[in-house]
């Protein structure tokens, strides 16, 4: 997952790798977050759905 972030001297934009979510193994076909930003769905070519939740 990235981040975005102003870059030191506040004018651009950059993004920064935040972290690797594992559990697909085959082809990502489709991504989705909820409303409140707490759960990112994740579909594959196997048609298989995973989910990670946000920690507070």
Not at 10 to 16: D, F, Q, R, Y
Request: include cysteine; hydrophobic fraction near 35%.
């Amino acid at each position: 997952m990235w981040k975005r972030e102003m870059d030191g001297n506040g004018k651009k934009m950059k993004h920064v790798l935040d972290r690797i979510l594992l559990k697909q193994e085959n082809a990502v076909t489709a991504l989705t977050v909820n409303r409140s930003s707490t759960v990112l769905y994740c579909g594959s070519s196997d048609g298989l759905v995973n989910f990670w939740e946000r920690q507070q």
